[in-house]
């Protein structure tokens, strides 16, 4: 996988939080920072994924088993006994 430089302005706090938080993981800044970009990237093609599997369910409706047709009206659904 190439790879690319990029640089960042964070606040001092974060990056000190998040060094110590690093150090804790054995792991590194850079590291800790990737993991986190790829969980947010997989969380939002996941979240856009069954997004769009749900819109193509509600487009193709589902089968209640009356064949597309109304059998009983709203009054005698309604209807108080």
């Known amino acids: 996988m ?5 640089t960042l302005s964070l606040p001092r706090s974060l ?4 060094k110590a938080l ?3 993981r054995d792991s ?3 590291e800790l920072m990737r993991k986190a970009l790829e969980e947010k990237v997989k969380d939002e093609s996941g979240y ?3 997004r ?3 819109i193509a369910l509600m487009e193709k409706g589902l089968n209640l ?3 597309g047709k109304i059998t ?3 009054d005698e659904l309604h209807e108080r006994r």
């Open 22 to 24: 690093a150090v804790k």
């Open 2 to 6: 190439e790879r690319q430089n990029v």
């Open 52 to 54: 769009n599997k749900q």
């Open 28 to 30: 590194s800044l850079s």
């Open 15 to 18: 990056i000190r939080k998040a």
């Open 72 to 74: 009983t009206l709203r």
């Open 48 to 50: 856009q994924s069954a």
């Open 65 to 67: 088993g009356s064949r």
